[in-house]
């Protein structure tokens, strides 16, 4: 009696009401389909309209409670973006500045060892010339580092780990006399924005292979970056009286003059990430005239990650001699790994029933499905080829449009990103294979 009376439409007799009054609670006091709209018999409006317009209310209030929490988290994370701005460029103008400082204070001591060369030691007067290099080749990258930060964002999503080590470079065939003459000194510069890094000053002795023994490791990077590798060498005449040449009559440079490192640029090269599984790599802009050749080798790693995560439901099919086995499957989605498990509350306390590496998929993109497989249209396939050389095929389907569109978006974010630190479409491991 208590869930008729609930839901039977409301009469306007009033011998019922006051019976349903005294068997039950009163129908005003239930939501039902006939009370939701407002009553406008005889031009008044009955009680039964103001829980609705309650709820109606708090909806709204709720609502743009809402969309001010998102106003206000949005323009939070713009002022926080604005701050970390702010923070990198003051602290790049204090280097520029202190780089200057450096430039002026080196250009002295280079200064004075050009004009009086028999009072120092032939590798002071070297690392006095590298110095003030490194001093100059550093302003400039701030420079331009300054110059990025106006126009280019921060990209939050991927970071990785660049790591460059055992450059050798390749000398030329000359006359052993030649070394009798003349000191042949190289320097190795890398330089990613404002991250410059050298390595020790290495001579030449004889037709011999020049290695630079440092590790250069930069963190933190985007998927679009860029490493610079440039070569630098100095040819030292034996004899003081030549090297520098002198004019006679000519005035003595005053100390504070800025001067230009003795060392030029003998090869440069920019590395990319569709670049670090070469072994040799060909250097631009090398003059014709110095003793090396126009390549070096190098070993070079990247390590990156992708911060995107997705956790819902999926039935998850795996193509078997050509039937597909259906299973639905807890997935959770973190960077490259797609986790699965039977059941949500396995995720934190049982290991995960398999996984998916996005990495070794055979192209970063989505496959087709055919009608015939699957006629459900909220369904992705990825083809996935491992070690071995074997290939599986997954199909991944959602319930509705609204979990398709989100793991579509997720997905294609990693295969995007994967595409930008592989440098094309196909996954480092797999390469031999094609």
Same mark, same amino acid.
């Given at each position: 009696?208590?869930?008729?009376?609930?839901?039977?439409?409301?009469?306007?007799?009033?011998?019922?009401?006051?019976?349903?009054?005294?068997?039950?609670?009163?129908?005003?006091?239930?939501?039902?389909?006939?009370?939701?709209?407002?009553?406008?018999? #005889?031009?008044?409006?009955?009680?039964?309209?103001?829980?609705?317009?309650?709820?109606?209310?708090?909806?709204?209030?709720?609502?743009?409670?809402?969309?001010?929490?998102?106003?206000?988290?949005?323009?939070?994370?713009?002022? #926080?973006? #604005?701050?970390?701005?702010?923070?990198?460029?003051?602290?790049?103008?204090?280097?520029?500045?202190?780089?200057?400082?450096?430039?002026?204070?080196?250009?002295?001591?280079?200064?004075?060892?050009?004009?009086?060369?028999?009072?120092?030691?032939?590798? +002071?007067?070297?690392?006095?010339?590298?110095?003030?290099?490194?001093?100059?080749?550093?302003?400039?990258?701030?420079?331009?580092?300054?110059?990025?930060?106006?126009?280019?964002?921060?990209?939050?999503?991927?970071?990785?780990?660049?790591?460059?080590?055992?450059?050798?470079?390749?000398?030329?065939?000359?006359?052993?006399?030649?070394?009798?003459?003349?000191?042949?000194?190289?320097?190795?510069?890398?330089?990613?924005?404002?991250? +410059?890094?050298?390595?020790?000053? +290495?001579?030449?002795?004889?037709?011999?292979?020049?290695? @630079?023994?440092?590790? @250069?490791? /930069?963190?933190? &990077?985007?998927?679009?970056?860029?490493?610079?590798?440039? &070569?630098?060498?100095?040819?030292?005449?034996?004899?003081?009286?030549?090297?520098?040449?002198?004019?006679?009559?000519?005035? $003595?440079?005053?100390? #504070?003059?800025?001067?230009?490192?003795?060392?030029?640029?003998?090869?440069?090269?920019?590395?990319?990430?569709?670049?670090?599984?070469?072994?040799?790599?060909?250097?631009?802009?090398?003059?014709?005239?110095?003793?090396?050749?126009?390549?070096?080798?190098?070993?070079?790693?990247?390590? /990156?990650?992708?911060?995107?995560?997705?956790?819902?439901?999926?039935?998850?099919?795996?193509?078997?001699?050509?039937?597909?086995?259906?299973?639905?499957?807890?997935?959770?989605?973190?960077?490259?790994?797609?986790?699965?498990?039977?059941?949500?509350?396995?995720?934190?306390?049982?290991?995960?029933?398999?996984?998916?590496?996005?990495?070794?998929?055979?192209?970063?993109?989505?496959?087709?499905?055919?009608?015939?497989?699957?006629?459900?249209?909220?369904?992705?396939?990825?083809?996935?080829?491992?070690? @071995?050389?074997?290939?599986?095929?997954?199909?991944?389907?959602?319930?509705? $449009?609204?979990? /398709?569109?989100?793991?579509?978006?997720?997905?294609?974010?990693? @295969?995007?990103?994967?595409?930008?630190?592989?440098?094309?479409?196909?996954?480092?491991?797999?390469?031999?294979?094609?």
């Amino acid at each position: 009696m208590y869930f008729q009376t609930a839901a039977t439409p409301s009469t306007s007799n009033t011998s019922d009401s006051t019976q349903e009054s005294t068997a039950g609670p009163s129908t005003s006091e239930y939501t039902t389909p006939s009370t939701l709209l407002t009553n406008t018999e #005889n031009g008044t409006e009955t009680n039964s309209s103001e829980p609705v317009g309650r709820i109606i209310k708090h909806l709204v209030s709720i609502r743009r409670n809402r969309s001010g929490n998102c106003e206000d988290d949005a323009r939070r994370r713009e002022e #926080n973006r #604005n701050l970390l701005t702010n923070l990198k460029t003051h602290q790049l103008l204090k280097k520029f500045a202190l780089q200057n400082e450096l430039i002026n204070e080196s250009s002295k001591a280079v200064n004075v060892c050009r004009t009086y060369p028999d009072f120092f030691e032939p590798q +002071v007067i070297i690392e006095s010339e590298k110095f003030l290099l490194l001093a100059t080749i550093r302003k400039e990258a701030i420079k331009k580092e300054l110059q990025r930060l106006e126009i280019n964002d921060e990209d939050n999503l991927t970071s990785g780990t660049f790591k460059i080590q055992n450059i050798s470079l390749y000398t030329k065939r000359v006359d052993p006399r030649v070394f009798q003459q003349c000191k042949i000194y190289y320097v190795c510069v890398v330089h990613h924005g404002a991250m +410059v890094y050298s390595t020790k000053t +290495v001579r030449q002795y004889g037709n011999c292979i020049i290695r @630079f023994e440092n590790i @250069f490791t /930069f963190e933190n &990077i985007n998927s679009d970056f860029e490493v610079r590798v440039s &070569i630098y060498g100095l040819q030292q005449e034996s004899r003081p009286s030549v090297w520098p040449p002198k004019v006679k009559g000519q005035l $003595l440079p005053l100390p #504070n003059v800025v001067k230009k490192s003795l060392f030029e640029l003998w090869g440069t090269r920019t590395v990319k990430p569709s670049q670090r599984n070469y072994n040799v790599y060909d250097l631009l802009h090398t003059p014709l005239d110095v003793p090396m050749v126009s390549t070096f080798r190098a070993a070079v790693t990247i390590d /990156f990650n992708i911060n995107v995560k997705e956790t819902g439901y999926l039935a998850l099919g795996l193509s078997v001699q050509g039937y597909i086995l259906w299973e639905e499957k807890w997935c959770t989605l973190e960077g490259c790994i797609l986790k699965y498990w039977n059941f949500k509350l396995e995720e934190n306390t049982c290991v995960p029933e398999g996984e998916i590496d996005l990495k070794n998929c055979v192209s970063y993109e989505f496959t087709d499905v055919d009608e015939e497989i699957c006629p459900n249209p909220t369904t992705l396939g990825i083809s996935v080829k491992d070690e @071995f050389n074997n290939y599986k095929y997954y199909l991944l389907s959602t319930e509705n $449009l609204k979990d /398709f569109e989100k793991w579509t978006h997720s997905i294609s974010t990693v @295969f995007c990103y994967l595409k930008k630190w592989n440098g094309d479409g196909y996954p480092r491991t797999l390469r031999r294979y094609l």
